[in-house]
């Protein structure tokens, strides 16, 4: 089954920045969060796994295959960034086509697609407005929208929820796992909110510093024996 991650002795520099990860699977169709303090390196492992950036060290393999030696059209995920990161000059159609377009899929294929996943999201209704003028929940489903038109095998998340009001907030979350039902794929999210993390996430990644800290199911996370600085980051 595709959508399996691993990261085997990765080192990234970023700036002034470090982060370490000796090793760390994901497994097919999963729900895996990344759970951490602001600035402890979440987003740059979010990223790597796009394979956004060069590695000082170490591999990150999806589904057995070096993310830096795939091209991108090759690497079947989708990635949706905290602040939505839309096109402001594009309606919210042209955002979400704007993948399909770039794969070279043809205007008949990329209008059932694009509609299909508008229909799904409720958001056929605002196809045509601009990002500046639509809800922040409609931006989020925008922007999920454009990442799983393309059918990704792997859908990643940074802090989705974060600026979300908590009515929208909730209803986000039921989207969330609409979608992975219905897509049928790996999805790897970054949060700072333990209940969410709890909630929503099968096993919890905790980041330290720029150091994998613990994994642990996300059941268990408050249940489990941690080292020290995992305890009094959670609260125990």
């Known amino acids: 089954m595709a959508g399996r991650i691993d990261v085997e002795g990765l080192r990234v520099k970023r700036g002034s920045f470090s982060l370490e990860v000796d090793k760390l699977s994901v497994e097919p169709r999963e729900v895996f969060a990344i759970l951490g303090e602001t600035g402890a390196g979440k987003t740059v492992l979010l990223e790597s796994i796009a394979g956004a950036f060069p590695f000082s060290a170490g591999h990150i393999l999806l589904d057995g295959k070096d993310v ?28 979400v086509a704007y993948g399909l ?12 697609r694009v509609g299909a996943v508008l229909e799904l999201f409720s958001i056929e209704r605002i196809a045509e407005s601009y990002p500046g003028i639509i809800s922040g929940g409609e931006s989020q489903r925008v922007a999920l929208s454009r990442a799983l038109v393309l059918e990704p095998d792997i859908l990643l998340l940074d ?5 979300l009001d908590p009515a929208t907030k909730e209803r986000l979350y039921a989207t969330l796992r609409d979608v992975h039902e219905r897509f049928d794929c790996t999805i790897v999210f970054v949060t700072h909110d333990f209940e969410e993390a709890r909630r929503l996430a099968d096993r919890v990644a905790v980041i330290l510093g720029g150091r994998l800290c613990a994994v642990v199911p996300a059941a268990e996370l408050f249940d489990q024996m941690h080292d020290a600085e995992v305890a009094r980051f959670l609260g125990l």
């Open 68 to 95: 830096e030696t795939l091209p991108i059209q090759q690497r079947h995920l989708g990635i949706v960034y905290q602040d939505y990161a839309l096109f402001p000059h594009m309606t919210v159609y042209e955002n």
């Open 101 to 112: 377009r770039m794969n070279g899929c043809p205007p008949s294929e990329i209008d059932q």
């Open 159 to 163: 802090e989705p929820f974060s600026a």
